[in-house]
T-cell receptor
Framework: GEDVEQSLFLSVREGDSSVINCTYT??????LYWYKQEPGAGLQLLTY?????DMKQDQRLTVLLNKKDKHLSLRIADTQTGDSAIYFC???????????FGRGTSLIVHP | NAGVTQTPKFQVLKTGQSMTLQCAQD?????MYWYRQDPGMGLRLIYY???????DKGEVPNGYNVSRLNKREFSLRLESAAPSQTSVYFC???????????FGQGTRLTVV
């Protein structure tokens, strides 16, 4: 079955770049997503990438996809304290209605 | 534009009590989902409804039932609550397969 793995914690200093990594096992993945969850709130879609793309950039966010290694990363440039949250990687396989989520990476930003 | 609305936001139940978590979306989405979120476990799918009139089990359906009342509403029922069902429950919806899901704010349920 599908499996999505993420490290549980990442700690960075304010102003540095953050890189959150994700690996997945399903080679038929069509869409890969990054969601952000702030304390006490639901998940909010940050960005997504189609499986036929290698990179997507959106302001401070850069998503890199290595389809051969089934590795997805989210880079946040100039990380701010407001970026502190849990970041979920999710993948959607071809023909499936159901995205598979990783366990989430808690990003802690130190001043 | 409310998006996905869940009620209640918080609930405490005694073991054996029943309750229904309500979810409604105003985005005309076809698919709706119920997840539970537990520390260190990420999101686990309980049930989903690919379209109005259909429901299917997800990864952890035991102890739950669902009803897709109409296109807008998808409710989750706990018939006899157990402490293991203490969790944060999220409802989500999407246009259909292969599109991103929009999440509600969550219901924090404690079963004592």
């Amino acid at each position: 079955g599908e499996d999505v793995e993420q490290s549980l914690f990442l700690s960075v200093r304010e102003g540095d770049s953050s890189v959150i990594n994700c690996t997945y096992t399903d080679s038929s993945s069509t869409y890969l997503y990054w969601y952000k969850q702030e304390p006490g709130a639901g998940l909010q879609l940050l960005t997504y990438i189609f499986s036929n793309m290698d990179m997507k950039q959106d302001q401070r966010l850069t998503v890199l996809l290595n389809k051969k290694d089934k590795h997805l990363s989210l880079r946040i440039a100039d990380t701010q304290t407001g970026d502190s949250a849990i970041y979920f990687c999710a993948e959607l396989s071809g023909g499936s209605y159901i995205p598979t989520f990783g366990r989430g990476t808690s990003l802690i930003v130190h001043p | 534009n409310a998006g996905v609305t869940q009620t209640p936001k918080f609930q405490v139940l005694k073991t054996g009590q029943s309750m229904t978590l309500q979810c409604a979306q105003d985005m005309n989405h076809n698919s709706m989902y119920w997840y539970r979120q537990d520390p260190g476990m990420g999101l686990r799918l309980i049930y989903y409804s690919a379209s109005e009139g259909t429901t299917d089990k997800g990864e952890v359906p035991n102890g739950y039932n669902v009803s897709r009342l109409n296109k807008r509403e998808f409710s989750l029922r706990l018939e006899s609550a157990a402490p293991s069902q203490t969790s944060v429950y999220f409802c989500a919806s999407s246009v259909d397969s292969n599109t991103e899901a929009f999440f509600g704010q969550g219901t924090r349920l404690t079963v004592v």
